[in-house]
């Protein structure tokens, strides 16, 4: 069995991703910028834990050292919705830090180990929003698209390494940081959903996987149709958050994750 570690694990995703992991034998270490939430989550389900702040070097340094990683699950991330010149410029700057720059950080710890023992793999929870711009995502999916252009080179450079590099394509997830928004044509997912098919990558390998999968028909059928299809089949399918957004649903989200 392998011990991986997963951040953003405190709730939502990356808790559902943890207990999954324990569940099928694995050891996991969880960290949270919620330091005491992610502690009683890991007690309650016999995981290993510690603060984490992915956007700080010597944070991130401190929390992998707690344990030998096997596997890096790079799943903390934050999210602000609406349209695209109202976004505060806080907000901007903190999704790029956490859900790219902290993927990176992440990434670039675990690398020089995995790559002396020429073993390790690294898994991203990136997005639908890394191939798909859903209007009121302007930023959020750019960096998801980041995530994913980064990766695509770096699972190249990693060629022969005996390294794994896999990313994890959610579409709408009922967690706090999807809080009154639409899931437009597709169906809203559970976290659970999303773990499963995070512990299959942990156990077998695979560059991309989306979930649910038929949204990897969707985005396979977007690439070939001219762009009049394409925004034909976008009206129908992809989220306008902009218009179906529900402030007093999502306030309380924002203010305390992302704009703070
Ligand atoms: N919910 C969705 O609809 C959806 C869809 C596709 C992808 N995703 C991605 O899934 C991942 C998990 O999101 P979620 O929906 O579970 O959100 P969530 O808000 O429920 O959980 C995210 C966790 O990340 C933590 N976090 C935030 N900033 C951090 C930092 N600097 N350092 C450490 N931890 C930090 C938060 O404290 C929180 O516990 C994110 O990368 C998100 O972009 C979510």
Redo the contacts with the bound molecule.
Sequence with gaps: MTTVAV??????????IAEELVRRGHTVLM????GP??AAEATRIGALSGP?????DA?FAAWLAIAEIDVLV??????WVGAYDQEPARAGQ?MM???FW?VVRGTRLVLPGFRARRRGHVV??????SYIGPPGEAT?GA??HAVHGWMKAVRQELRGSGVDISL???????????AG?S?GGLP??A?RE?AVAVADVVDKPQFEVFVPAKAGALVRTLALLPQKGRDLLYARLVPDQVKAVDRSKRDE?EAK?VRD
Aim: glycine share 12%; hydrophobic share 40%; proline share 3%.
């Design positions: 951040t953003g694990a405190a709730r939502g995703i990356g808790l559902a960290g949270d910028l919620s939430e992610v984490l702040d992915v956007t700080d944070s790079n799943n903390a991330g934050v999210m903190k830090d956490v859900n902290g991203t929870v990136a997005s639908l929003a959020y960096t998801k994890v394509l959610p579409g709408v997830v009922e967690t706090e940081l999807a928004t899931s809203r997912l976290p999303v989200y994750r």
